[in-house]
T-cell receptor, first 115, second 112 residues
Framework: GAGVSQSPSNKVTEKGKDVELRCDPI?????LYWYRQSLGQGLEFLIY????????KSGLPSDRFSAERTGGSVSTLTIQRTQQEDSAVYLC?????????????FGPGTRLTVL | KQEVTQIPAALSVPEGENLVLNCSFT??????LQWFRQDPGKGLTSLLL?????REQTSGRLNASLDKSSGRSTLYIAASQPGDSATYLC???????????FGAGTQVVVTP
């Protein structure tokens, strides 16, 4: 079956612009995660969805970052007024929702470059 | 807060040698420990997941162990091949949401 997909694969934007990153999880997966991978910080957690709710937003770095999930499926991560430090690869993962047993399946990522 | 450390940061071995990758974590109350592989410019591929009640998991040439008391996991790759060249990441789940805390990774090069 289809894996996790993300779009766009690459995004170049100018400082101050807003961007939207999309994630399509594996069908039937109730849990969805966003992570960010940058050279200086490694891989860090951003936000977790269970269904359409986000019980853990603790990793969002500032109020410029927001995310939503609709229909228990597609998720969009929005970054407003982008800054150069937002440049990173944004990864999405999904799982069946059992924390102790479930493997997270990752998408290929969106590489964001802020000029 | 769970902190995950991987040593060494980089490793180069000749083809055929066994690989030993180390991961340590600070919080022994983990739900599971996962190993991933990342190829340049690509996402993460899951290799093995060890539940907190397990001591090891095996898949083909890969074997991962988990020792919660010492806060360590080790990934063994037998008879390494050039195709094993990649970055290997370990990550622990310490909350019921399943959030992964990642180590910085070990970059592996297997030379023919």
């Amino acid at each position: 079956g289809a894996g996790v997909s993300q779009s766009p694969s690459n995004k170049v934007t100018e400082k101050g612009k807003d961007v939207e990153l999309r994630c399509d999880p594996i069908s039937g997966h109730t849990a969805l995660y966003w992570y960010r991978q940058s050279l200086g910080q490694g891989l860090e957690f951003l936000i977790y969805f269970q269904g359409n709710s986000a019980p853990d937003k603790s990793g969002l770095p500032s109020d410029r970052f927001s995310a939503e999930r609709t229909g228990g499926s597609v998720s969009t991560l929005t970054i407003q007024r982008t800054q150069q430090e937002d440049s990173a690869v944004y990864l999405c993962a999904s799982s069946s929702g059992q924390a102790d047993t479930d493997t997270q399946y990752f998408g290929p990522g969106t590489r964001l470059t802020v000029l | 807060k769970q902190e995950v450390t991987q040593i060494p940061a980089a490793l180069s071995v000749p083809e055929g040698e066994n690989l030993v990758l180390n991961c340590s974590f600070t919080d022994s109350a983990i739900y599971n420990l996962q190993w991933f592989r990342q190829d340049p410019g690509k996402g993460l591929t899951s290799l093995l997941l060890i539940q907190s009640s397990q001591r090891e998991q095996t898949s083909g040439r890969l074997n991962a162990s988990l020792d919660k008391s010492s806060g360590r996991s080790t990934l063994y790759i037998a008879a390494s091949q050039p195709g094993d060249s990649a970055t290997y990441l370990c990550a622990g789940v310490s909350d019921s949401w399943g959030k992964l805390q990642f180590g910085a990774g070990t970059q592996v090069v297997v030379t023919p």
